[in-house]
């Protein structure tokens, strides 16, 4: 079973930087919307996904090892994604796990995801929501 790498299909600065990676960095893995999927399955909340891209490892299981963590998202969804695809996309996404370099990353794509409307191919309806209410 690949492993899965869920995106928001709703914002265009992300179906494109989702099609830049599928293109640039292959790996055997399945890269979707979050919205063409069946969340429950993967067992990935309808909120994460609409906050960060999410890795799921195991889609037959769900969820990380354990099987009741929350699957990685954010920078370390794209850390797993990296290393799956090998080479020496395998290095770049192990340093991306090690700190102070995952402490970086973290930022770093929490800053973008706040602002991905602003970027190219964003759109107003690429906002995040804010957790009490409306797309911030």
């Keep these: 079973v690949r492993p899965v790498f869920l995106y928001d299909g709703d914002c265009g600065f992300c179906t494109r930087s989702a099609e830049v990676l599928r293109r640039c960095v292959p790996a055997n893995v399945v890269v979707s919307p979050w919205q063409r999927v069946d969340l429950a399955a993967l067992r990935v909340s309808e909120r994460q996904a609409e906050h960060e891209v999410v890795w799921v490892g195991d889609p037959s299981r769900g969820t990380t090892r354990t099987g009741v963590e929350r699957p990685p998202g954010g920078a370390q969804a794209i850390a797993r994604y990296l290393m799956a695809a090998g080479g020496v996309w395998r290095v ?45």
């Design 92 to 136: 770049v996404g192990w340093l991306l796990r090690v700190p102070p370099v995952r402490w970086l990353a973290a930022g770093c794509y929490r800053l973008v995801a706040a602002n991905r409307y602003r970027l190219p191919g964003g759109s107003p309806a690429c906002a995040l929501r804010r957790p009490d209410g409306p797309r911030s």
